[in-house]
């Protein structure tokens, strides 16, 4: 070896060891400065290039010149020092712990697309880019890489078409009201029912198991947690409710049983379907009470009055029963206030103590069985009762059961035979002052009948505000008590006296057989102010005696069928806007309006057959439509015409003003005339315009049958067979001017349109009476 190549390798190996001290040094700095990690790294690296130049150069060196060959092995060893001090550096520049090494990373071809990551024991993983999700140039991950997913949309349906017409994607459900469950759509489109499949809820299916009770959480009495089925399993089962010893198990109040209450009524035991409940209650509740078994009442007919009065007084709230029997009281009167709740139940019968001198009840105007005054409220009646009429006095004033003045009073049932007064009165308890009506009077059903016809009325309405009738019959109630014609039936009959008044009742089904004087409807004084008000009979049947009446109402109403009866079908006075529908078969006359007091704004609707006199008396009538349909009459030798307009009882003042009539007459059996006006001392003055129309009279030979005098004060409206529907120029009967009867045959030689009429009166000559309108 030459001395320049000498020098050489020992510059070589001086570079060396210079960069190992360097390395060293940075290394040393790392621990203090991380942040100078790389750059210490890269003199690491230049320092290991030195070495390995260093070691190249000593090769050479040792084949010029054995005498370098230990400088090379020293710079061969600074070398290695090197690189172990920068391998410490790179092991410690991600802040291992001191003393701790990172693994070597692959080749650089195992690096390629890779990112570093720390495996579980804390080592070195090249771990590919492919792995991760990646952004594209949007910041967004490709659709490539994401796994299949399904982002639904519920929809709300109430039909297959509604579904079908979604706008739906893949996954979105459709939930079907109409079907109670779900489809979720499996295809595209959504227009295709087969791309949509139905979901079941996996919930429900367990639940619908028979286990199913038994995976539903509920709470126990002590509101523990529990199972349904738990709680279910400690109901008692229908085998145990049957066996006799059931009612031993039901507690009540008083500490005992159902078993034990049982037994202490077993005396007493009644059976009625409407007021079981009621009963069960009140036993329950121990508020059952009885007459004769826990009171000692005499249930023999004796006068027990006394013993009754103080039995019910003693007792509000209370359910009380008169057991079976016959309990005779009168002058009862139920005191004070406190009686919301209770209720009397006769399973037994009232009979009415005799009144043989013609004495009252003290306080009141008549001899009275029960009195319900003013201070009584909400108590339920359930009577049954015996008017004593054989024994009685001879006169109207005695009632079974007087309402004076009470609110809110329920009578669910009321029976009542052989009354000589009335069965039920409902009253003011002063007729002169406008205070305590009696409000919300609720009869259920009504019966009664006597073995003869005698009595008053089975129920008497004289003052009321708001109440009904669902049901009513009776039988030979109505008959000549003191002297006087009784009305019979239902009487809805306010006094004379000042503050009567009955307003909003309502009678909802009635039958009345062999009344007296009236039987069935309203009747108030016409002349004064309308005492009846909105009251209503929806449907009722009166037969035999009897003349239903509908006097001094107003907006009131009455549906009637009148059979056989000996009178009137329906007499109308002093009715304001009220309305009447009757069917009549068999009476005097079917209707009678306004012979005593005008009508204003009435409408009465009749069908009647085999009268004996007219279908309809009317005279004082404002602004009223009558429609009467008249199908025959039974007496030949009655006057027998279908609507008669009369000043029946010779009225000073008798007005008919503008009314309007219907009335189909078709010349029925024993008819002598379809329409008539009766011309007496005071005659009915006609004022306005009264109008005919919407008629049918064929059969008729001539017009003075149609509508006799009447004719000259009622306008003639529209086409009518018989009357202004002709073959030629009247002949007969009494016009009004400007009347017009339609000509029935025209041809091309006959171009008639009809004639009109250019008097008044019965004159009937063309040119002069009639003139003919033809076609030009």
């Known amino acids: 070896m030459s001395i320049s190549d000498t020098s050489k390798a020992q510059r070589y190996a001086s570079v060396a060891e210079v960069a190992a001290a360097q390395a060293k040094l940075y290394a040393d700095k790392l621990e203090h400065a991380p942040d100078y990690a790389e750059q210490s790294a890269a003199s690491a690296a230049a320092a290991a290039s030195s070495a390995l130049v260093a070691v190249s150069a000593e090769s050479v060196v040792n084949n010029l010149a054995i005498s370098a060959s230990e400088s090379a092995t020293q710079a061969a060893a600074s070398a290695a020092e090197a690189g172990n001090a920068a391998s410490a550096a790179i092991g410690q520049c991600v802040r291992v712990p001191e003393g701790e090494l990172i693994s070597e990373l692959p080749d650089s071809s195992s690096r390629q697309n890779t990112v570093v990551t720390f495996v579980d024991d804390g080592s070195l993983y090249a771990k590919p880019i492919s792995d991760f999700a990646t952004l594209d140039e949007n910041g967004k991950i490709p659709v490539s890489q994401i796994p ?11 039909s297959q078409a509604e579904m079908l017409a979604l706008d739906a994607q893949v996954g979105d459900i459709a939930k079907r009201t109409d079907l109670g469950y779900s489809f979720c ?63 031993a198990l039901i507690g009540v109040s008083s500490g005992g049983n159902v078993q034990s209450e049982l037994d202490l009524k077993t005396s007493k035991t009644y059976v009625d379907s ?112 015996d008017g004593n009429r054989t024994l009685q006095y001879d006169r109207e004033h005695i009632f079974n059961v007087a309402v004076l003045g009470a609110t809110n009073i329920s009578i669910p049932q009321f029976e009542c035979n052989e009354i000589r007064g009335d069965g039920l009165y409902v009253n003011l308890p002063d007729q002169n002052t406008a205070s305590n009506f009696p409000t919300n009077i609720m009869i259920g059903n009504a019966y009664g009948k006597n073995s003869s016809q005698d009595g008053r009325n089975l129920v008497s309405i004289v003052s009321c505000l708001g109440g009904s009738v669902t049901n009513f019959r009776s039988e030979n109630i109505g008959g000549t008590v003191g002297g006087v014609t ?79 009866l000996n009178n009137n079908g329906l007499m109308v006075e002093g009715a304001q806007n009220s309305s009447a529908t009757l069917n009549i078969n068999g009476c005097y006359n079917g209707v009678m309006v306004g012979t005593f007091t005008a009508c204003t704004n009435c409408t009465i609707t009749a069908f009647v057959s085999n009268v004996r006199n007219a279908g309809a008396v009317v005279a004082q009538a404002e602004s009223c439509r009558i429609n009467i349909t008249v199908s025959g009459f039974s007496d030949p030798a009655g006057n027998n015409i279908g609507v008669w307009l009369r000043n029946l009882n010779e009225l000073a003042s008798c007005v008919h003003r503008s009314n309007f009539y219907q009335v189909i007459c078709p010349n029925p059996t024993n008819t002598k005339k379809a329409m008539d006006l009766f011309t007496s001392a005071n005659p009915i003055t006609f004022l306005g315009v009264s109008v005919i129309r919407e008629s049918n009279f064929i059969g008729f030979s001539n017009y003075t049958n149609v509508l006799g005098a009447a004719g000259r004060y009622l306008a003639k409206e529209g086409r009518m067979p018989g009357l202004t529907d002709a073959n030629g120029v009247p ?5 009004k001017k400007s009347d017009f009867v339609f000509y029935n045959n025209p041809s091309t030689t006959n171009k008639f349109y009809g004639f009109y009429r250019i008097t008044d009166g019965s004159g009937n000559v063309n040119g002069t009476d009639w003139g003919t309108v033809s076609f030009s």
């Not at 299949?148 to 109430?158: K, R």
Request: contains cysteine; glycine residues 12%.
């Open 148 to 158: 299949a997913i399904a982002l639904t949309e519920p929809f709300v349906v109430s």
């Open 731 to 735: 002949s007969d009967g009494t016009w």
């Open 185 to 247: 759509l499996a295809a595209a489109p959504a227009s295709s029912l087969s791309n949509w499949v139905q979901l079941t809820d996996d919930v429900l299916s367990q639940l619908g198991q028979s286990s199913g009770a038994g995976m539903v959480g509920a709470l126990d009495e002590s509101s523990a947690p529990s199972t349904v089925q738990a709680e279910l399993n400690k109901r008692p089962s229908l085998s145990k409710l049957a066996q006799a010893t059931s009612a």
């Open 486 to 564: 009784q009305p019979g039936g239902i009487d809805i009959e306010p006094n004379a006296n000042t503050a009567c008044l009955i307003r909003d009742f309502t009678v909802h089904n009635a039958e009345v057989i062999n009344a007296g004087l009236v039987g069935i409807g309203f009747m108030s004084d016409p002349s004064l102010p309308p005492k009846i008000q909105n009251c209503h009979i929806l449907n009722a049947v009166i037969r035999g005696t009897g003349a239903p009446r509908m006097y001094g109402t107003i907006g009131c109403s009455i549906k009637l069928d009148s059979i056989g």
């Open 274 to 385: 409407q007021v079981a409940g009621l009963v069960t209650k009140a036993s329950l509740q121990g508020n059952l009470i009885f007459a004769t078994a826990d009171a000692g009442i005499p249930n023999d007919g004796s006068d027990v009055s006394t013993q009754v009065s103080t039995f019910l007084n003693a007792n509000k709230g209370k359910f009380i029963v008169f057991d079976s029997g016959t309990y005779q009281f009168a002058g009862v009167v139920l005191s004070g206030t406190g009686w919301e709740g209770t209720t009397i139940y006769f399973k037994g019968k009232h009979l009415m103590k005799p009144d043989t001198t013609g004495t009252n009840t003290p306080g009141y105007g008549a001899f009275i069985g029960i009195v319900i005054p003013k201070d009584v409220n909400g108590i339920n009646l359930f009577y049954k009762g």
